[in-house]
């Protein structure tokens, strides 16, 4: 007889937040962070705008005049 019992791997990563280990699956609700904590300080470095996507200034839109 064969057991088709198959290994699971936990792939577990770097969190973003405090570059402690995290586990990158479905039971972790907070994934790629850590805990909750780690992706609400992520969250709020956003809503403060200490994080901010780089501006990039083009011509592209004739329309839009810049002040």
Request: glycine fraction near 2%; include cysteine; charge should be positive.
């Amino acid at each position: 007889m064969h057991n088709n019992i198959s290994e699971v791997t936990v792939k577990v990563v770097r969190c973003p937040a405090c570059s402690g280990p995290s586990i990158y699956a479905t039971s972790n609700p907070y994934r790629p962070f850590c805990s909750q904590r780690c992706k609400n300080l992520d969250f709020g470095a956003w809503a403060s705008e200490t994080f901010k996507m780089p501006e990039t200034l083009t011509d592209s839109d004739p329309t839009f005049k810049q002040s």
